[in-house]
């Protein structure tokens, strides 16, 4: 099943068509524990376990076992004013199996290190804000003088 609309056949050699896959996979932490070699993605609602299988089979080159999927259904919210229910989208999770000897292991986008250089930059910035204020309060008795006209 296709969504999206290739170009047109034009006559004449080479074909200038790229013919591009309608699913995608997205990376998710998972909720709960999960086994060293399960890996969480969520993907597209057309996509059945087969496809994500050949998928991260032929394009990533990953070695798969198995394939579970779940559709997460969407939470429901009731308007407070008006009464009427909302539903968000519904998602398909795929659970994907590892060989036993392969382990995933989430990255960790926010290391220690990080931490500190963001406490080091706003530290640094407290000082330019002190230093700017302190600099303010030097010429306040002079409105109008310029900057670069200071004592």
Not at 77 to 85: A, F, I, Q, T
Not at 134 to 142: A, E, G, I
């Amino acid at each position: 099943m296709s969504t999206r609309w290739y170009p047109i056949y034009q006559r004449g050699n080479p074909q200038l068509r790229v013919f591009l896959p309608n699913f995608w996979l997205k990376l998710v932490r998972p909720e709960h524990e999960q086994p060293p070699n399960v890996v969480q993605f969520a993907c597209s609602m057309e996509m059945t376990k087969y496809d994500v299988k050949n998928y991260l089979q032929k394009i990533y080159n990953i070695p798969v076992v198995d394939v579970r999927t779940r559709i997460a259904l969407g939470p429901t919210k009731r308007d407070s004013v008006m009464g009427y229910v909302t539903k968000n989208e519904d998602t398909k999770m795929a659970y994907v199996t590892l060989p036993k000897d392969m382990t995933f292991e989430f990255p960790n986008l926010f290391p220690e290190s990080a931490k500190e250089q963001q406490e080091e930059d706003k530290k640094s910035l407290d000082e330019t804000k002190r230093n700017y204020k302190k600099y303010l309060d030097k010429n306040k008795h002079r409105p109008g003088t310029p900057g670069w006209f200071s004592i």
